[in-house]
């Protein structure tokens, strides 16, 4: 095996994509399959000497936003994005964030908080810690969310869902603004040098790219805490949810999203997925 696996990775992507494919000419000289390294700099907004360091194996701890534009850069999928994460984290031994001050988001769901969301049902409702670990949810929450793919995986995360996963422009119709609201929560609920915050920061960079970059370094919102939600749903249509996000202090940065029907369409949709007799949840005017 070769010891400079990040470098070879990156040379043979940029020689599998043609100029074409990121909007350059293809003139009848170019010697060099597919991009020159001039041109992936350009891109990706780096010198040629730092890319030549990368491609031969002489620089071996490039930043996450280096390796996230990289990969928007040369056109890398989600599956070749988490390939370039793992072959970086291999080359420089990073192990990720160990011991710090800061204590692991919480995972553990306290008895009366349970209960809570216990007696929600069949109400759409989902506990998440504080970056945005889904932890609890109730049976409404997933038959809302399931066929979406967001509980896909052992521990789903609806940041990470937002932004790596190509279902989620689909099921949320106004992207823009739920990405934009996720990193407002992200960065609401933990300092941004929390090591877990920064381990996450960092594999989204690379995963998401510039979408999530972009708005992780841009002037931070203030996130909202109720309003109204467009989902597209493959089973019943278009749902207009009503959610109010109820802060529990006393534990660690989880908040309870609770989901209510925002019209009549959506109350009898959410009736026909967990099969109740029409007008079992009173909509919501808004």
């Known amino acids: 095996m070769s010891d400079n696996e990040l470098g070879a990775f990156l040379r043979t992507r940029r020689e599998a994509v043609t100029p074409t494919e990121v909007g350059l000419p293809s003139g009848p000289r170019r010697r060099t399959p597919g991009l020159r390294r001039s041109e992936v700099a350009t891109l990706a907004g780096i010198s040629v000497e730092y890319l030549t360091r990368l491609e031969q194996g002489r620089d071996r701890n490039p930043s996450a936003q280096v390796l996230g534009a ?14 370039l994460r793992r072959l970086e984290k291999a ?3 990073a192990e ?3 011991c710090s001050a800061a204590p692991p988001p919480a995972r553990e769901v306290r008895p009366t908080v349970r209960a809570i969301v216990d007696r929600l049902e069949p109400t759409p409702a989902v506990l ?9 949810y109730t049976t409404g929450y997933e038959r809302v969310a399931r066929p979406l793919g967001l509980l896909d995986g052992d ?17 949320f119709p106004e992207w823009e603004r739920v990405a934009d609201e996720q990193i407002a929560h992200l960065r609401s609920e933990s300092p941004m040098i929390d090591p877990h915050v920064v381990q996450l920061v960092d594999e989204l ?14 002037v931070p919102g203030v996130p909202r805490r109720s309003g109204v939600q467009r989902l597209a749903h493959p089973q019943v249509g278009v749902l207009r949810l009503a959610y109010e996000s109820l802060a529990t202090p006393d534990v660690d940065g989880q908040r309870l999203l609770v989901h209510l029907p925002a019209d009549d369409a959506t109350s009898a949709a959410l009736d026909r ?6 007008g079992g949840l009173r909509a919501v005017s808004g």
């Open 155 to 171: 521990r789903p995360n609806l940041l990470r869902f937002v932004f790596t996963d190509e279902r989620a422009r689909t099921a």
């Open 128 to 136: 998440l810690n504080r970056l945005s670990d889904v932890i609890a």
């Open 91 to 93: 080359s420089n031994g």
């Open 96 to 98: 990720g964030p160990c």
């Open 273 to 278: 997925l967990n099969g109740r007799q029409p």
């Open 70 to 83: 990289l990969a928007d850069a040369l056109r890398m999928t989600i599956e070749e994005r988490i390939h």
């Open 205 to 218: 960079t690379v995963l998401a790219g510039a979408p999530f970059a972009d708005r992780v370094q841009a």
